[in-house]
């Protein structure tokens, strides 16, 4: 069993930032790609951001140039670092982590919410 765990949402002001981690814990295990979705209300869950074990990042459109996504892959955490962020950036942000143990299967967090007042 993999748990993932979120932090870092919160409340900011159109401009601001905030600084997302989700940190993966359990028993001999491995990550292959971490990442992070958003969905907002009324909406379907969108990709935001992924890295690669090796470092390699993809990033949605919306969010190019403004977000960052990194991992530290000694403390299997991944984090994203928002920034410029607009009204439209508000959703419930999910960590994402594709892991190998015996077998490979997706992980999500639970959610944190992430609102941006304009």
């Known amino acids: 069993q993999v748990q993932l765990v979120e932090s870092g949402g919160g409340l900011v002001q159109a401009g601001g930032s905030l600084r997302l981690s989700c940190a993966a814990s359990?028993?001999?295990?491995?990550?292959?790609?971490m990442g992070w979705y958003r969905q907002a209300a009324g909406e379907q869950r969108e990709l935001v951001a992924t890295i690669s074990s090796g470092g390699a990042t993809k990033y949605a459109d919306s969010v190019k140039g403004r977000f960052t996504i990194s991992r530290d892959n000694a403390k299997n955490t991944v984090y994203l670092q928002m920034n410029s962020l607009k009204p439209e950036d508000t959703a419930v942000y999910y960590c994402y982590c594709n892991i190998y143990t015996t077998y490979t299967f997706n992980s999500w967090g639970q959610g944190t919410q992430v609102t941006v007042s304009s």
């Open positions: 359990g028993k001999s295990f491995s990550i292959n790609v």
